[in-house]
């Protein structure tokens, strides 16, 4: 809990962070049953804020969700839970839960779904991190596959993912590389990647089992806007042992480059030029532009 109790909404009222509950009927706690969406704001300016906000609308339709307000009503009070807060730069965690029900599967039980905004600072990686990249580590637990839950839709189920994040730590790694059930790369537990080998960028194709990452899809105009080439290839670990850059993106982690992965250190072990290159246009980029909070 931070100095300042956080004022945090819920169905159309704020709560201070004490007082803010959701009822342990609700199918997001039985279940897991609901949408989310990690959305960061920097300078005064929401980074992205209808793409997060059209993710979370795909999210709630793929599983049968609907959600009580108009995107317009959650763009404010997205941008009002901010304001409440004082805040300048920070993160909003973005729930839309299934809503109170019965006990019993069925969401048909759930009379309305309920809307909970919180904004707050946010830890981030320390930035030694961004100057000597991270170690990550293969994890046995794998992304669900596309004839189980999409492995696109942002749910309040991340259970399989919260599982290769303690195989990851376990092994004395900081992130963990989910494959799908073939054996492919997908995706880490919280990030999507990209390696660059010979001036070329790839990243796993979204059917290889990843989220559609909003920091992803900026860091392909990044790279379009660079003159870089992308290609979106089904890729395999041999694929990011051998890359001569590894870097990860992800609204909490940014552009972070990757140092080393399973015991084997990537190109010089420091990050390259290209990931150098990218982490500074994203920085300028979260800076200068979005939606703003308080004109
Ligand atoms: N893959 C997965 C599985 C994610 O959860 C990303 C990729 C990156 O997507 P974006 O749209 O953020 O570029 C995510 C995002 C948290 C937290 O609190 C998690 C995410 C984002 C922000 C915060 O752990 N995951």
């Given amino acids: 809990m931070s100095a300042t109790p956080l004022q945090i909404y819920i169905d159309g009222q704020f709560y201070p962070e004490s007082d803010a509950k959701i009822s342990v009927f609700d199918h997001g706690l039985l279940y897991g049953d609901g949408v989310f969406e990690g959305i960061r704001f920097y300078n005064g300016r929401v980074f992205r804020l209808e793409e997060h906000i059209d993710r979370l609308f795909d999210s709630a339709k793929a599983i049968h969700l609907s959600i009580p307000a108009t995107r ?11 304001r409440k807060n004082n805040l300048r730069d920070g993160y909003v965690r973005l729930l839309v839960t299934r809503g109170v029900g019965k006990l019993g599967l069925s969401p048909y039980q759930c009379e309305k779904a309920s809307i909970v905004v919180i904004a707050s600072a946010i830890s981030l990686y320390p930035a030694e991190k961004y100057e000597k990249g991270l170690i990550l580590a293969t994890c046995a637990t794998r992304r669900p596959n596309h004839d189980a839950l999409s492995p696109a839709v942002k749910s309040l189920n ?39 080998k010979k001036g070329i960028l790839y990243t796993p194709t979204v059917s290889s089992g990843s989220l559609y990452g909003i920091t992803r899809g900026v860091v392909m105009e990044l790279i379009a806007a660079a003159g870089l ?35 084997r250190i990537i190109g010089s072990g420091q990050p390259g030029p290209i990931t150098r290159r990218l982490i500074a246009d994203f920085r300028n980029l979260v800076q200068t532009t979005g939606t703003s909070i308080y004109e």
């Fill in 158 to 196: 991340y259970l399989s993912n919260i599982m290769a994040k303690v195989e990851a730590i376990a092994s004395g790694a900081e992130e963990g590389v989910m494959l799908n059930a073939t054996g492919y790369v997908a995706e880490c537990t919280g990030d999507n990647l990209f390696t660059v």
């Fill in 72 to 82: 317009e009503e959650i763009i404010e009070m997205t941008l009002a839970t901010i």
């Fill in 229 to 263: 080439e992308l290609r979106e290839v089904e890729m395999s670990r041999y694929d990011l042992y051998t890359a001569d850059e590894l870097f990860l993106t992800g609204t909490a982690a940014e552009v972070v480059p990757v140092a080393e992965y399973d015991k």
